[in-house]
């Protein structure tokens, strides 16, 4: 099933319409982050022979009413080597299969010279099913391009992250412009809103207004609820579009809601939680 | 063979002065960049079960004499998916095992959150036998820390790139400060020379001025040289230091020397040649 899925790669076309449409009819703005930490998958699926995609497909199984996208991160799988690489090849393909409806992020933040990147976008857009990639600016508009190049493929520019160090660099300031806002200035220029979106962290919500000054319009990823201690109260707050524009994703609180074999139920009432919650947020401000 | 080693895990300790002797005993401060493209592999080597490995393997037996580095970059081998994956693992397997000595990079530069490094640091320095990776400073500290954890392992900051969209974001200016210059001033809190290096690019020689200035002692791994344009004179009158200081990266040039079945030999006398300029310049500066 999966090769002849990789021979024929005449996946539903993902355009920005079809992600609007499906928070409208999900009445949700939820990527759940497949971080699958080996370590912490319910002892119950240790013996399968492949436990991480055993673990995913119950997770997507589980939650898939709940959410309109996905995010592999792809550390995650690589930590694991070969056998990692197979679980994320499985886990996509699944997913493409099965929802074909369903926003699927490579979480992987890279970036490299021209022909370097080129490569990287066929790893993710073409050898995997992958309808966007996070990248890492740091190297500049021909490190980002070849990413651009695909159709109905999106590159999700990090802009301002939910940790720590993000203080370090993000907020350098020349005149009146820190990084992160020249970062989403300048890469405009790139491409328009079709194809780029940006990671804007959940625990920097209060930035969120002046960031609509800068992308009014884009969409927007937001990792950092939960775990890491965002509001999506403030986020929906500050940065919701007509279109809704926001994609929260939420990882650890879903994936591991309960370490037993009741693990897939409890991650679909975590999904469904947040679910109402996004469909309240979702009304309030007029998206649906 | 693979598996053993895999589980022994016990390879030489790499450590800066590792580095510096075998600088000076092989005369040489190359590293050959296996940035192997499928698609440009000599036809002889096309129905080998394994054309990358196989591909890889003639060039690093050819080239060890001269090299004192090796550095695939992680984005030709995902582009082929599982199989990609599995010629990486039996690359860098094979050097560690026929070349102990040898130093070998992970160009990947990642770079996430803590958890999220922390399993790309798994990936690359305990699931596979890199001794340092190329990592990228947007997220700040946190992103890197993880990798600094490990002993006899280096982290390769991205400072000062070679292509042209280094333009765009590294030289963002605060008061008189540039943001390459920023990352080099701030991660220098973060570890030391012997756990740290920066990328500078070859095409930036000028730099290596102002640079030397803020990092006296560091190494700095130098693409660019060849297909990019960049010149080792300039690279080695500006940046080297009494240790040498300097691993310069060499790829197209010595991989595709010849699209022939002698490839391995016309790869072998353009890294003798590239070895024999280095060792000029290494006497030049009375490193050896």
Redesign the interface.
């Known amino acids: 099933m999966l090769k002849n899925l990789t021979k024929r790669n005449n996946f539903k076309e993902m355009k920005l319409n079809n992600i609007i449409s499906e928070i409208k009819r999900k009445q949700s703005f939820l990527c759940v982050g497949l ?1 699958t ?1 080996i370590t912490k998958i319910p002892s119950v699926l240790k013996t399968e022979h492949d436990a991480v995609f055993a673990f995913n497909k119950a997770i997507i199984d589980a939650t898939a009413e709940y959410s309109i996208a996905y995010k592999p ?1 792809l ?2 799988y ?5 056998k ?3 679980s994320l ?1 499985k886990t996509v393909f699944y997913i493409k299969e099965r929802f074909p409806e369903i926003f699927i992020i490579a ?1 992987a ?9 080129t ?2 976008a ?3 857009f ?3 099913p992958f309808d966007a990639i996070t990248v ?9 391009s070849p990413f651009l190049k695909f159709d109905d493929k999106f590159v999700i520019l ?1 802009a301002l ?10 907020y ?3 005149n009146n412009e820190h ?1 992160f806002e ?2 989403m200035v ?1 890469s405009q220029k790139w491409a328009g809103k079709e194809k780029m979106m940006y990671v804007v962290g959940a625990t920097r919500a209060e930035m969120l207004v002046q960031i609509r000054q800068i992308v009014p319009e884009h969409f927007l990823l937001v ?1 950092g609820v939960g775990a ?1 201690g965002g509001s999506l109260h403030d986020v929906a707050k500050y940065g919701m579009t007509n279109d809704g524009g926001l994609i929260v994703n939420s990882s650890r609180a879903i994936l591991y809601a309960s370490p037993d074999s009741d693990f897939d139920i409890k991650a679909a009432s975590e999904a469904k939680q947040v679910q109402e919650e996004m469909r309240k947020l979702l009304l309030e401000k007029k998206v649906i």
């Open positions: 971080d930490d991160n550390a995650f690589e930590a694991l080597g070969l990692g690489w197979q090849e979480d933040k890279r970036g490299d010279i021209g022909n370097t990147s490569q990287y066929k790893a993710f073409e050898t995997l890492a600016p740091y190297m500049g508009s021909d490190s980002v990090l992250t939910s940790n720590a160090g993000a203080n370090d660099f993000q350098f300031k020349q990084l020249k970062v300048e990792p890491q």
